[in-house]
């Protein structure tokens, strides 16, 4: 590379990236002015694709060089090594006062492991019916059954799916049968603040259970 600034910024900014993002971010400068046989100039953390400082030019090395009046930078695309190992890359193509290309900048991280947690969370988040689990629609753990009345008797309600206020009577037994069929009133206390929350008197509310027993 003839200018020699821009290597040494380019070898820093490679330093750079390399150390915050640890070592399985490979970053290589490649001197587009040179020989084809040596393109790389610069690189840090060569074991993630095996290469080292000196060694040649890479596939998209080749195809820039080819019509390099229409290169554009490359972020985030998917490379896999001879080995199987899957990388996130990111090519940025550098040119020099002139406009003419002079260096390419190539970041690669290898994402094989997180690929494959990926694969294996997913199987483990799916459900029986092998969809994913939607972590808004699942059951809630509280720590004390007060906090877990308060759910149930606010899922009562959207099972209903208007406020208190409105609710006929038939509305308000459907509520309640809710209520009974997911436990509710084994929690002690249960019925004070059911009745409270539907306004109803505590007879009300037997009668309204009474009810549904009697209708199954």
């Known amino acids: 590379m003839e200018n020699g600034h821009l290597r ?13 993002f640890g070592p399985q971010c490979e970053v290589t400068v490649h001197d587009l002015t040179g020989d084809l046989d040596g393109t790389i100039c610069a690189i840090e953390n060569g074991h993630v694709t095996g290469r080292k400082a000196g060694d040649g030019a890479s596939e998209i ?32 193509f550098i040119r020099d006062r002139q406009g003419r290309l002079a260096a390419l900048l190539c970041i690669n991280y290898d994402i094989t492991a997180i690929y494959q947690a990926t694969g294996m969370l ?15 629609d699942t059951e809630m753990i509280f720590s004390n059954v007060d906090d877990l009345l308060d759910r149930l008797i606010e899922k009562s309600c959207d099972y209903i799916g208007k406020p208190v206020a409105v609710m006929t009577k038939e509305e308000k037994v459907r509520a309640i049968q809710y209520l009974d069929a997911k436990g509710a009133f084994l929690i ?4 004070d603040r059911v009745s409270k929350f539907y306004d109803i008197s505590k007879y009300t509310l037997y009668n309204y259970l009474d009810a549904e027993i009697a209708e199954n």
């Open 122 to 136: 997913s199987e483990f988040i799916a459900t029986a019916e092998g969809q994913a689990a939607d972590p808004t």
């Open 188 to 191: 002690k206390k249960a019925g």
């Open 61 to 92: 090395v080749l195809e820039t060089l080819k019509e390099p009046g229409r290169v554009k930078d490359l972020l985030g695309y998917q490379t896999r090594t001879s080995d199987g190992r899957v990388l996130k890359s990111s090519s940025i």
């Open 8 to 20: 040494q910024f380019l070898e820093q900014l490679a330093r750079g990236i390399a150390a915050q």
